[in-house]
């Protein structure tokens, strides 16, 4: 069964710093990944997506994500962090024919100024 | 052009009683999806159309959630008696063609609390 994990539910980080969420996957096939982002009382944006084309993702906002098979994880990173991009995010997996998202429990990032 | 649309946004019931969300998906996507967020946790799958068939409701309580999707446009969630473990975001999302890979769109949610 597909599964998505996210190691660490809150991240804190300096404006002006990396930013770094992890995601890992299990998946039986190749998947299609997905970064998702809150922001408080909003629905889920995208942000960026992995469907086998290229492994290096680029997002709004500035943002990417990295597939690494041999290492199940698709992780996003922003060079430089900032205020704005404090919010909740979810990385999601795809691999059933009719698209439905297996979701993360989410990482909750917080920007000090 | 227009997002997917919800409403009410907020509801606060008492346990036993019954509510119902409504969802105008994305004009022109053939897919809708319902996922339940609750505190602390990623978005859940409730149920998926495929215009106004169900493709999946595999984790839909179905002896209290009904939902329908009549001519395969906008929707609506029912809970029918409400329990306190209800409590929750109630997420709506469009898929244009709902097959894998495809960018789901996702409303601003109706956030249920159940006393």
């Known amino acids: 069964a597909q599964s998505v994990t996210q190691l660490g539910s809150h991240v804190s980080v300096s404006e002006g710093a990396l930013v770094l969420l992890r995601c890992n996957y299990s998946?039986?096939?190749?998947?299609?990944l997905f970064w998702y982002v809150q922001y408080p009382n909003q629905g889920l944006q995208l942000l960026l997506k992995?469907?086998?084309?290229?492994?290096l993702v680029k997002g709004i906002n500035g943002f990417e994500a990295e597939f690494k098979k041999s290492e199940t994880s698709f992780h996003l990173t922003k060079p430089s962090a900032h205020m704005s991009d404090a919010a909740e995010y979810f990385c999601?997996?795809?691999?059933?024919?009719?698209?439905?998202?297996?979701f993360g429990k989410g990482t909750k990032l917080s920007v000090k100024p | 052009e227009a997002g997917v649309a919800q409403s009410p946004r907020y509801k606060i019931i008492e346990k036993r009683q019954s509510v119902a969300f409504w969802c105008n998906p994305i004009?022109?996507?053939?897919?809708l999806y319902w996922y339940q967020q609750i505190l602390g946790q990623g978005p859940k799958l409730l149920i998926q159309?495929?215009?106004?068939?169900?493709?999946?409701d595999s984790q839909l309580p179905k002896d209290r959630f009904s939902a329908e999707r009549l001519k395969g446009v906008d929707s609506t969630l029912k809970i029918q008696p409400a329990k306190l473990e209800d409590s929750a975001v109630y997420l709506c999302?469009?898929?244009?063609?709902?097959?894998?890979?495809?960018?789901?769109?996702f409303g601003p949610g109706t956030r249920l609390t159940v006393l």
């Open positions: 004009s022109g996507h053939a897919t």
């Open positions: 998946s039986s096939v190749p998947p299609y």
């Open positions: 999601a997996v795809s691999e059933r024919s009719q698209g439905n998202l297996i």
């Open positions: 992995y469907t086998s084309a290229a492994t």
């Open positions: 999302a469009s898929s244009l063609l709902g097959v894998i890979g495809d960018t789901q769109y």
């Open positions: 159309f495929q215009n106004n068939g169900v493709v999946d």
